[in-house]
Nanobody, 126 residues
Framework: QVQLAESGGGLVQAGGSLKLSCAAS????????MGWFRQTPGKEREFVAA????????RYADSVKGRFTISRDNAKYTVYLQMNSLKPEDTAVYYC???????????????????WGQGTQVTVSS
């Protein structure tokens, strides 16, 4: 059973930065695609970014392009989400997700991912 644990959330002023981490345990993550999603009350989980462990390909939601960067450290089985130029609308619970090989066209769908972390709160004040 794969386990994911997010950390790094907190309160930050608009324009500031935060770096989220997602540590994987339970098994190796070779060939796993990892993604970040976020959710606010009353809304579906929204795709933020994704990265492939083997190929290093990345994908971003239009709303975060140019501001967020997803990265990985395979030796530590950890993925990161560097969030810069944060806006109040970025406020949400951020979730780390993962699964085996995922088609490129499906990386932005929450239903594609089998494993999820517990979430970490990010609050951006105006």
């Amino acid at each position: 059973q794969v386990q994911l644990a997010e950390s790094g959330g907190g309160l930050v002023q608009a324009g500031g930065s935060l770096k989220l981490s997602c540590a994987a345990s339970g098994r190796t993550f070779s060939s796993y695609t990892m993604g970040w999603f976020r959710q606010t009350p009353g809304k579906e989980r929204e795709f933020v970014a994704a990265i492939t462990w083997s190929g290093g390909n990345t994908r971003y939601a239009d709303s975060v392009k140019g501001r967020f960067t997803i990265s990985r450290d395979n030796a530590k089985y950890t993925v990161y989400l560097q969030m810069n130029s944060l806006k109040p609308e970025d406020t949400a619970v951020y979730y780390c997700a993962g699964n085996r090989h995922i088609l490129a066209v499906a990386v932005s769908s929450a239903a594609t991912y089998d494993y999820w972390g517990q979430g970490t709160q990010v609050t951006v004040s105006s």
